[in-house]
């Protein structure tokens, strides 16, 4: 089984840029699919962007597309998301997920999650 663990969380202004990593361990990094959501206060969980095993497909959620970039390094077993020109609207804490099967926008499909780290943008 993987584990996953998320880095590069914190505090921003509007309009700067985080880049967020996510680790993983214990299982063969490039048979996973790869995901990104985030959970703001009293909201569902959401989802923000997939990749595919090799990352030739990726996918974004509308609010972030043009703004935020997946990607990955299998070399590294790690997953990145870029997130640029941030909003108070995506202050959330975000979560990497990863699923041998499915690669999609649903949450409940993944089987494997990290801890989270936070994401706060001030206006």
């Known amino acids: 089984q993987v584990q996953l663990a998320e880095s590069g969380g914190g505090l921003v202004q509007a309009g700067g840029s985080l880049a967020l990593s996510c680790a993983a361990s214990?299982?063969?990094?490039?048979?996973?699919?790869m995901a990104w959501f985030r959970q703001a206060p009293g909201k569902v969980r959401e989802f923000v962007a997939a990749i595919g095993r090799s990352g030739g497909y990726t996918d974004y959620a509308d609010s972030v597309k043009g703004r935020f970039t997946i990607s990955r390094e299998n070399a590294k077993n790690t997953v990145y998301l870029q997130m640029n020109s941030l909003k108070p609207e995506d202050t959330a804490v975000y979560y990497c997920?990863?699923?041998?099967?499915?690669?999609?926008?649903?949450?409940?499909?993944?089987?494997?999650w990290g801890q989270g780290t936070q994401v706060t943008v001030s206006s």
């Open positions: 214990g299982g063969t990094f490039s048979r996973y699919a």
């Open positions: 997920a990863a699923d041998l099967a499915y690669l999609g926008s649903s949450s409940y499909a993944y089987d494997y």
